[in-house]
């Protein structure tokens, strides 16, 4: 379900604004480091990295929030009109940020971190694609020298770096799933986040569960997926930690499946395997290839 905005949070966000001292419109960034708030704790992983010590980064969202059910409190509206830089993924992702930009009057930049990138089918998760990653980087890189030209070296530096992690967390992904039999490529997932990954590492996403963020699938649905999931004797169904496992059981018992693995895709985890992006996508690229081959 996409969030819809609410007079109640703008007139709430307004009213905190002005008793913490601040004019609509008026500038947020003050002295100090950059503060760099992204909107996802994925963005904020890779931006962390580009920035070292020379700017804060933040996530507006908390660790295991899903952007796409996320409900903004004004208390975050006050956090994007304090920001010097704002990091978005951009690719229809944050429907909620636009108004909320409008309410709290910020004058900060805003960087679309998937801007000039190919979406397909308005499918925003292109951040699961480490070569997308990349790029992301170098957009986050511009987006800090804008903000803070002072610190250029630095920005570039930190930037280059990490994207020579991501190149060759690329090589590695590639090699194991290479391992995976082709036959048995096939993921079934919660919802369609893989879509980028899988085209970049030659795995294909049979079906998702969940056919519209935050609506329940049909029981028409469900069945159509435990068929495909019997026609190609698939091995194993994904789960997510942000979302409740019980429609993913069903149809994994449905179809005769035993094993229902847990990806991380929208957000980092709070363990050292999960807490930011490359640990992430490196634990993920396990837990597939263990549940595949």
């Given at each position: 379900?996409?969030?819809?905005?609410?007079?109640s949070?703008?007139?709430?966000?307004?009213?905190?604004?002005a008793?913490?001292?601040f004019?609509?419109?008026?500038?947020?960034?003050?002295?100090?480091p950059l503060?760099?708030v992204?909107?996802?704790?994925?963005?904020?992983?890779?931006?962390?990295?580009?920035?070292?010590?020379?700017?804060?980064?933040?996530?507006?969202?908390?660790?295991?929030a899903?952007?796409?059910?996320?409900?903004p409190?004004?208390?975050?509206?006050?956090?994007?009109?304090?920001?010097?830089l704002?990091l978005?993924?951009?690719?229809?992702?944050?429907?909620?940020?636009?108004?909320?930009?409008?309410?709290?009057?910020?004058?900060?930049r805003?960087?679309?971190?998937?801007?000039?990138?190919?979406?397909?089918?308005?499918?925003?998760?292109?951040?699961?694609?480490?070569?997308?990653?990349r790029?992301?980087?170098?957009?986050?890189?511009?987006?800090?020298?804008?903000?803070d030209p002072?610190?250029?070296?630095?920005?570039?530096?930190?930037?280059?770096?990490?994207?020579?992690h991501?190149?060759?967390?690329?090589?590695?992904?590639?090699?194991?799933?290479?391992t995976?039999?082709?036959?048995?490529?096939?993921?079934?997932?919660?919802h369609?986040?893989?879509?980028?990954?899988n085209?970049?590492?030659?795995?294909?996403?049979?079906?998702?569960?969940e056919?519209?963020?935050?609506?329940?699938?049909?029981?028409?649905?469900l069945?159509?997926?435990?068929?495909?999931?019997?026609?190609?004797?698939?091995h194993a169904?994904?789960a997510e930690?942000?979302?409740?496992?019980?429609?993913?059981?069903t149809v994994a018992?449905?179809?005769?499946?035993?094993?229902?693995a847990?990806?991380?895709?929208?957000?980092?985890?709070?363990?050292?395997?999960?807490?930011?992006?490359?640990?992430m996508?490196?634990?993920d690229?396990?837990?597939?290839?263990?549940?595949l081959r």
């Amino acid at each position: 379900m996409r969030w819809q905005p609410a007079v109640s949070l703008f007139t709430a966000s307004a009213a905190l604004l002005a008793g913490l001292g601040f004019a609509s419109g008026a500038a947020a960034a003050g002295p100090g480091p950059l503060r760099v708030v992204a909107t996802t704790t994925l963005l904020a992983s890779l931006a962390s990295g580009v920035a070292g010590e020379r700017a804060t980064v933040t996530s507006l969202l908390p660790v295991g929030a899903s952007p796409e059910t996320y409900q903004p409190a004004p208390a975050d509206i006050v956090r994007l009109h304090d920001a010097g830089l704002i990091l978005e993924n951009g690719a229809g992702l944050e429907t909620w940020l636009g108004p909320m930009l409008r309410a709290g009057g910020t004058n900060a930049r805003v960087i679309d971190c998937s801007a000039g990138l190919t979406v397909i089918a308005a499918n925003p998760h292109l951040w699961l694609d480490p070569e997308y990653a990349r790029r992301y980087v170098v957009a986050m890189r511009d987006g800090m020298i804008a903000a803070d030209p002072a610190g250029a070296a630095i920005y570039r530096a930190n930037a280059a770096a990490l994207d020579r992690h991501l190149a060759a967390l690329t090589a590695r992904i590639a090699a194991q799933i290479a391992t995976i039999p082709p036959a048995n490529r096939n993921m079934l997932v919660f919802h369609n986040a893989w879509l980028y990954y899988n085209r970049r590492f030659g795995l294909r996403t049979l079906g998702e569960i969940e056919e519209t963020p935050g609506s329940e699938p049909s029981a028409e649905h469900l069945a159509q997926l435990v068929d495909a999931a019997r026609a190609v004797h698939l091995h194993a169904i994904f789960a997510e930690p942000e979302y409740n496992p019980k429609l993913v059981r069903t149809v994994a018992q449905s179809a005769g499946i035993s094993n229902v693995a847990v990806l991380y895709d929208d957000s980092v985890g709070t363990s050292p395997q999960t807490r930011d992006y490359v640990a992430m996508l490196e634990t993920d690229t396990v837990t597939i290839v263990n549940a595949l081959r």
